[in-house]
């Protein structure tokens, strides 16, 4: 007889304990709080897909919709290793909190594929990819659900998605169509400031944070986790506001540097190289030195469930700020509590990403094209607008901020569901 083996807590655990707290908070409505504890609709496909020598391998891809309640699903796709449903249950719930919280018209969904796209050439990744698109059909439409890039995936993946999709519409239909994805290259639908988004509206709630603390941006320090879109933008864009990367780390290793390490010149080294391991500005350091490093702001910008209580009690930081999806999990928020260590969570502190994809969804619905300096200014108003509802809720109830941020999502959904009622 073998001895019970330890439960082991999953992402979405975290998440239906971070609801829970909230809801218990605010006495969200019973009726209300089951349909929001439950995704709408979680389809999983397995597909063949044609290797260059001529293999056959099968896939198997995930699109889980939470919540449409606010407006069409909306999430990103992410092409990893690590993909499974419970990932996705997960991401999906958050994008509609983060969607409530932002005040846009969309809620929740996301999916991916499980595999590791660095073993597959860039022809199997595009077969891969319009594969997917076609496996899922009419689960995707560009006012029903609308996917987006995420981990590994990116513009070109987009491309390939729409034009699959807008290949299976009549033709007179398909310049309606354009804005079934986002995140796609400008040239063909994409929105200017898109491929910044994320990190934009990262260091706009920074910059938010620094003004209610008194606290001077242009001397402080800073260290991300993961240097892929979002963690390089954020550093590029903090750069000029004056602010010092002292370290960094990805799948590659990490590095430190405590003159400061160029952001430009990492991302061209990280480009040429694939990851930050082996730049000559700095030196490696390991994964526990990496997290103790000695800074004002830490920006962990990569996968889930990375501060912890293994990991928290390391950080000697002034504030995270979440680029990531769930970086934190639930000890890892109790000991920053405990530490006094600000959080901008990620619901709130990376929406500029989906932001920025409903002035794309917008722009394309309207036939028209927004200037970079409208997008970054829409975006500022976007997601400055819900951190102070997040802080005025904090406020009121005297709790973190990301309980706060949930009750603030809640309370949207909420107030849509009371209004509309149930059917039938």
């Given amino acids: 007889m073998t001895a019970d083996r330890p439960q082991v807590r999953t992402i979405y655990d975290n998440v239906e304990a971070q609801f829970d707290k909230a809801a218990d908070l605010m006495r969200l409505d019973p009726s209300i709080r089951k349909i929001l ?108 659900d609308i996917p987006a890039p995420d981990v590994n995936t990116n513009a070109q993946t987009m491309a390939w998605i729409l034009d ?3 290949s299976m519409m009549s033709p007179q239909e398909r310049n309606r169509c354009v804005h079934v994805v986002t995140g796609k290259p400008v040239e063909a639908g994409g929105s200017l400031g898109r491929d910044k988004a994320t990190g934009q509206g990262v260091v706009y709630c920074i910059e938010q944070w620094a003004k209610d603390r008194r606290f001077d941006l242009s001397k ?22 004056g602010a010092t990367l002292v370290a960094a780390e990805d799948h590659t290793g990490a590095i430190a540097n405590a003159a400061g390490i160029d952001p430009e010149a990492l991302s061209t080294h990280v480009a040429a190289r694939g990851g930050v391991a082996g730049f000559p500005g700095a030196k ?51 000991i920053l509590t405990e530490k006094k260590i600000d959080l901008v969570p990620d619901v709130l502190c990376n929406s500029g990403g989906v932001i920025v994809s409903y002035f794309e969804w917008l722009q394309n619905k309207r036939s028209e094209s927004w200037d970079l300096e409208e997008v970054d200014a829409k975006l500022e108003r976007r997601i400055l607008g819900g951190y102070e509802r997040v802080k005025a809720a904090a406020s009121e109830f005297d709790t973190d901020w990301r309980t706060a941020a949930y009750v603030v999502a809640l309370r949207r959904l909420h107030t849509v569901y009371t209004r509309r009622g149930i059917f039938p």
């Fill in 284 to 334: 490696a350091v390991d994964h526990k030195t990496f997290m103790a490093t000695q800074a004002d702001i830490f920006v962990p910008a990569a996968l889930e469930s990375q501060i912890t209580k293994g990991t928290a009690p390391l950080l000697n930081v002034r504030l995270v700020a979440e680029g990531a999806n769930g970086p934190t999990d639930l000890d890892g928020d109790r």
């Fill in 164 to 166: 699959t999709y807008l």
């Fill in 37 to 144: 504890a439950t995704t709408t609709n979680e389809i999983v496909v397995h597909f063949p897909v044609k290797m260059d020598d001529g293999r056959v391998e099968m896939f198997t891809g995930y699109r889980v919709q939470h919540n449409n309640v606010l407006g069409p699903f909306k999430g990103g796709l992410r092409y990893h290793p690590a993909v499974d449903i419970d990932e996705v249950r997960a991401l999906a719930t958050w994008m509609t909190w983060k969607s409530a919280i932002a005040d846009i018209p969309f809620g929740g969904a996301k999916g991916g594929i499980q595999c590791d796209p660095s073993k597959y050439s860039r022809s199997e990744l595009e077969r891969l990819t319009r594969r997917f698109a076609f496996a899922l059909g009419s689960n995707i439409g560009p006012e029903y």
């Fill in 220 to 241: 402080a320090t800073y260290f991300v986790q993961g240097f892929g879109n979002v963690g390089s933008w954020t550093a590029k864009l903090l750069k000029p506001l």
